[in-house]
């Protein structure tokens, strides 16, 4: 084969034809970049076209293919055969024959792809007969899917029009309902992987349901059943692929933003793929204000260019949803256009008013012209919430049609019966829908990787002879809920205008995953399944709620007046003026105002306080007054925070949760713990303790002994009794006795200066239900020993969420030859360090992960392992994701007075890699102890609370010193 002599200095020699493309391609990413996104995708797509035909004809004209080559046909596939190629889109072409393939089609396929390969472009191919594609597409409907689009590039159209022909008769006559079952089955799939993009914060622009693949199905349900546009106007028509087309751009300003292929809209490219599609102010000259609270005069660029690229990516992101929204509807109402249920039975209320018809694609008006009046569209809500019915797409369509109109707009927020319509929908509105997220309040496993399901269908064994079915197949789509459809048509923020300016407000931080409105929907389709909840104990206490329309109201309400920094207050006051507007009675105003006004109150208190405190689920007590109003504010706590996302809630935070509420609620119903009933406690766990000690092991070791046990609690603090259970405390006795062993042995090896410095011991044990682990570290007391241990943990990505540092006084008991226990340890205090991690990640061998950890510690104690060095090159690797929160102030607060015992210290930062292990080394050097930590992350940001006092065992109260550590604090949070 011959190639053109111009290459590169260092590539491959590329013929003229890989040349111009390339030039080609380079002119038109720069052409996008100045704004010509629109026309990217098919003037790409033209560029290779002409490259395929240039190439053949280059070969042809060097003799590189032989002259009787039997009649082929050169087709694009997939996007590329729709014309839509981004930057980074995959090339999809095919070659066809009509007979067996010559033996010249390796030369040909050589000829057109190589150039392709060395060009770095991703390449799919295949070449094949007409009956083996044929054949292909009958057994996989992907292979189906792309042959849908297929399209001539080159050779003889005749090959392709016997193609289509046979493909017409052969296959799509008998593929259209495998088809609508592959469908709704490949939906599901989607929405587990990928969301409901019209909701997300960080939306999926290819896969994500309402993106680019729902107007591909679109386009496939009409091509197989055309009678599915029936119900689409041609105003429906330019609609969607207006939509279409942004979302195209969309992807191909990311494509060009990442240099890579990518289809996940991160925050880091919002302001740039924002600023590529027009969206002013996506431009930031600096970084918003990140300096400490105690600075003053912190730089601003001219016109905050913070904030103004927040309203920027915050109007793109509300228009990309609103287009993903339409096309998502569409997507749906086309599927039941083209298989409408076979038996439908009409299954509105009794009370449904006259003018509203079910049918067989939804809800919908007996006449839509004229439009429809306000009070009839809401009825309609209603009676489709209430039947469990979708609303059709021509309702949908006249809602819209009305909401545009100013004087009916104006109407909807004054109509009659608003208040008893949204409570009856918000009662029915938890069922499961497409676009709601896979629930984390009800148990059901997060979705897994392509890469973790593929391997695991690798290495699956085979069918067990009597084992049960996979479940079948999805047979009817999980379609929009009334309320659902009421945010994506805007009758919502028509019905309460307040809901309008948080309809689709961004919260820019890696915590949150919706927009505020798709996430007050969130919050109040998970309160409204609580009552039927697979938490029994959740269920139980929704349903003996006597006003549960109260708490789905304060769900709708809680976050009306974001981004306002006191959002829960400014909230409390904007509910209750919109409740009293609506005609709600004065207890529920009342309610639904507290309910607002304290909704963050448990997640903050069970994070970040010490629940083996009375006083903290005392002041929740009194907050709340009386086990009702407790009750709901656990369950709006529980349905918010579950709602945001997975960084907000897992079992660990629900275990915390449910502890401080139980214990608020112990004091509301049965009185005050009280002392004696604190030391009656403490007795009870202590005994249960000293009778586990006398039983052997589960591994089969010696019973501890009675007598060994009773030293150790005489060494333990006296909290230890209080905040751990006897179960724990063995294991602490156990772990006490390896460590008194390995203590010995090291003292008979080192010099008495040096002994025992880096002994460690592990033990790990998985918290029931929690998806975490308790970690317990003993070694001996030493300044900066939780530093060290947090560092190690962080070096090994295990992500802290508490700690509790248990101090033993004299050591661990040593027992002679005899099996008697000394009176003296000996070797100083021994530390037992007790840290509650995540579960680490799937795959590693925890056994080995637990003594990597030890002997990390060991080492870093012994000066073999510069931990701040590690940990520094850890957070500079290109593996480790940097944190996408945005920049924001650093506070520290010191309080004498919120524990008897302890001075607290509270810090909130941006998180980093390693910032917990910073933090204690700075409050070592202040010589504090720690004595517990409670660690929260959430939005990008830690909110640490530390429980510390001074190396003497004394509580801090000189405020000179707090100064110290604020500043202390504040300078290695930077």
Request: proline residues 7%; negative net charge.
């Amino acid at each position: 084969m011959t190639r053109e002599t111009e290459s590169e200095p260092t590539g491959p020699v590329l013929p003229s034809s890989a040349l111009t493309l390339r030039q080609g391609r380079s002119s038109l990413a720069e052409a996008a970049r100045k704004g010509d996104l629109q026309g990217y995708p098919a003037a790409a797509s033209s560029l290779m076209d002409a490259y395929f035909r240039e190439r053949l004809a280059e070969l042809s004209e060097h003799h590189d293919l032989p002259a009787d080559s039997p009649p082929y046909a050169l087709v694009a596939v997939g996007g590329y055969g729709r014309s839509e190629l981004c930057p980074a889109s995959d090339v999809d072409v095919l070659v066809l024959y009509e007979g067996a393939v010559p033996a010249s089609a390796e030369e040909l396929s050589r000829g057109l792809f190589h150039p392709l390969w060395d060009l770095g472009l991703d390449l799919g191919h295949g070449v094949r007969t007409l009956k083996d594609g044929l054949a292909l597409a009958r057994e996989d409907t992907q292979v189906l899917t792309s042959l849908l689009d297929i399209r001539l590039l080159a050779g003889d159209a005749r090959v392709l029009e016997r193609f289509r022909h046979e493909f017409s008769d052969k296959v799509l006559a008998e593929a259209a309902e495998p088809f609508g079952q592959w469908v709704l089955a490949h939906n599901v799939q989607r929405r587990a992987e990928f969301g409901d993009s019209s909701g997300l914060l960080e939306p999926e622009l290819k896969n994500g349901l309402g993106a680019l693949r729902d107007v591909h199905q679109i386009h496939w349900l009409l091509g197989l059943r055309p009678t599915v546009a029936k119900p689409f106007t041609p105003g429906d028509r330019e609609l969607l692929e207006a939509d279409y087309a942004f979302v195209l751009a969309a992807r191909t300003a990311l494509h060009l933003a990442a240099k890579r292929k990518t289809d996940r809209l991160s925050f880091d490219y919002q302001p740039q793929v924002a600023r590529a599609l027009g969206f002013a102010g996506a431009d930031p000259c600096a970084e918003p204000d990140a300096q400490p609270e105690i600075q003053s005069g912190a730089h601003v660029c001219e016109q905050d260019p913070g904030l103004a690229t927040g309203l920027a990516v915050e109007a793109f992101l509300s228009r990309l949803h609103q287009s993903m929204m339409r096309i998502r509807s569409m997507r749906q109402a086309c599927w039941l256009g083209a298989f409408p249920p076979t038996a439908h039975i009409p299954a509105l209320p009794p009370d449904t008013p006259q003018g509203i018809l079910d049918t067989p694609t939804g809800v919908a008006f007996a006449d839509e012209d004229p439009l429809p009046g306000p009070d009839l569209i809401l009825a309609l809500f209603v009676a489709a919430a209430q039947a469990a019915r979708p609303v059709a797409w021509s309702a949908l369509r006249a809602t819209r049609q009305a909401l545009a109109d100013p004087a009916l707009r104006a109407a909807f927020a004054t109509l009659p019966g608003t208040l008893a319509a949204l409570i009856a929908i918000f009662r029915v509105s938890g069922r499961d829908a497409e676009s709601s997220p896979l629930s984390l309040v009800s148990g059901k496993p997060k979705p897994q990787g392509a890469l973790v399901r593929a391997l695991k269908g690798f290495f699956a064994a085979g069918k067990v002879p009597g084992e049960a079915d996979p479940p079948p197949l999805p047979t009817t789509p999980s379609l929009s809920t009334a309320l659902q459809s009421m945010l994506d048509t805007g009758l919502l923020a028509a019905l309460v205008p307040e809901f309008g300016p948080v309809e689709h407000l961004v919260q820019f931080d890696d915590f949150h995953i919706h927009p505020v409105g798709k996430h007050t929907l969130e919050v109040v389709r998970t309160l409204a399944a609580l009552p039927e909840s697979e938490d029994a104990r959740l269920a139980e206490c929704a349903r003996s709620l006597p006003h549960y329309e109260r708490l789905l109201l304060a769900g709708f309400a809680h976050d009306l007046a974001k981004p306002d920094r006191d959002h829960s207050g400014t909230g409390a006051r904007l509910a209750a003026d919109v409740l009293r507007r609506l005609g709600a009675d004065e207890e529920t105003l009342a309610d639904v105002a507290f309910l607002v006004r304290e909704h963050l109150l448990i997640p903050k208190t069970a994070t970040r306080r010490d629940l083996a405190d009375e006083s903290v689920a005392a002041r929740l007590a009194e907050v709340c007054g009386t086990p009702e109003r407790l009750d709901m504010l656990h369950l709006l706590a529980v349905a918010d925070s579950s709602s945001t996302g997975p960084r907000a809630w897992n079992p660990w935070t629900a275990s915390l949760f449910t502890e401080l509420t139980m214990k608020a609620r112990h004091l509301l119903t049965s009185g005050p713990l009280a002392e004696p009933r604190a030391v009656e406690n403490s007795r009870k766990v202590r005994e249960a303790a000293l009778a586990l000690a006398e039983k052997p092991g589960g591994s089969g070791e010696p019973a501890l002994g009675r007598a060994y046990a009773e030293a150790c609690l005489e060494r333990m603090p006296a909290r230890a009794t209080l905040v751990l259970e006897a179960p724990t405390l063995v294991r602490h006795m156990e772990l006490a006795r390896r460590f008194r062993a390995s203590l010995d042995e090291d003292l008979v090896r080192k010099p008495s200066s040096k002994a025992g410095i880096g002994v460690v011991e592990i033990v790990a044990v998985p918290l029931p239900g929690a998806k975490a682990f308790q970690v317990s570290l003993a070694a001996l007391n030493q300044p900066g020993l939780f530093a060290v241990m947090a560092g190690v943990l962080a070096l090994h990505d295990l992500n802290i969420l508490s700690a509790e540092v248990l101090t033993w006084t004299g050591g661990p008991p040593a027992v002679d030859m005899g099996g008697n226990v000394s009176a003296n340890g000996g070797g100083g205090n021994m530390a037992l360090d007790m840290f509650v991690v995540q579960e680490p990640a799937e795959g590693l061998y925890l056994d080995d992960l637990w003594q990597r950890i030890r002997r990390a510690v060991s080492y870093a104690l012994l000066g073999k392992l510069e931990l701040e060095y590690r940990l520094e090159q850890k957070r500079i690797s290109p593996l480790t994701p940097p944190s996408r929160a945005p920049k924001a102030r650093r506070k520290v607060r010191v309080d004498f007075e919120a524990s008897d015992f302890y001075t607290l210290v509270e810090i909130a930062a941006p998180d980093r890699l390693g910032l917990l292990h910073d933090l204690a080394r700075a409050l070592a050097g202040l010589h504090l102890e720690i004595h517990l930590a409670r660690i929260a992350t959430s939005a990008g940001r830690i909110h640490d609370s530390f429980y510390v006092r001074s190396e003497g065992g004394q509580k801090l109260t000189d405020p000179a010193q707090a100064e110290e550590i604020k500043k202390a604090l504040l300078s290695v949070s930077k």
